[in-house]
Nanobody
Framework: QVQLKESGGGLVQAGASLRLSCTVF????????MGWFRQAPGKEREFVAA????????DYSDSVKGRFTISRDNAKNTGYLQLNSLKPEDTAVYYC?????????????????WGQGTQVTVSS
C-alpha cells in the first residue's frame, strides 16, 4: 500500500521561505506524477504545482508562479516544494498527491493517492 507523508510546514513571517517535502512509502510500480495542492480556511482545495516523473515538465498555478518551485528526487522517493517570498494569503494546509497514470494534471480527481497535509502559516 502506497502512502505519502508531507513535512516542512510551519509558522513564518511574510517574505520568508519554507521547503516542503513529500516522501512516498511503498512501491507504485509506475512512473507517477507528483502534485501539490493547498486548502485555506473556508476555501476549496486548489492546485499549486505538479511535476512529471522525469522532472522535465512542471506546471504551476498563476498565484505561485515565480515564487514556488517543485522538484523531486526519485532515488529518495521524495518530492519537494520550495516556497519563497511567502505571503499571508499562502496560509493553508498543503497536500501532496501522486497520479499513477503520469502526465501533468491540475484537477484533484486526477490524482490517486494523497498525503495528510502539512500546515503553512504566514504572518504579516
Amino acid at each position: 500500500q502506497v502512502q505519502l507523508k508531507e513535512s516542512g510546514g510551519g509558522l513564518v513571517q511574510a517574505g520568508a521561505s519554507l521547503r516542503l517535502s513529500c516522501t512516498v512509502f511503498g512501491r507504485t510500480f509506475t512512473p507517477y506524477t507528483m502534485g501539490w495542492f493547498r486548502q485555506a480556511p473556508g476555501k476549496e482545495r486548489e492546485f499549486v504545482a505538479a511535476i512529471t516523473w522525469s522532472g522535465e515538465s512542471t506546471d504551476y498555478s498563476d498565484s505561485v508562479k515565480g515564487r514556488f518551485t517543485i522538484s523531486r528526487d526519485n532515488a529518495k522517493n521524495t518530492g519537494y516544494l520550495q516556497l519563497n517570498s511567502l505571503k499571508p494569503e499562502d496560509t493553508a494546509v498543503y497536500y501532496c498527491a501522486v497520479r499513477l497514470r503520469g502526465g501533468l494534471r491540475v484537477g484533484e480527481r486526477e490524482y490517486d493517492i494523497w498525503g495528510q497535509g502539512t500546515q503553512v502559516t504566514v504572518s504579516s
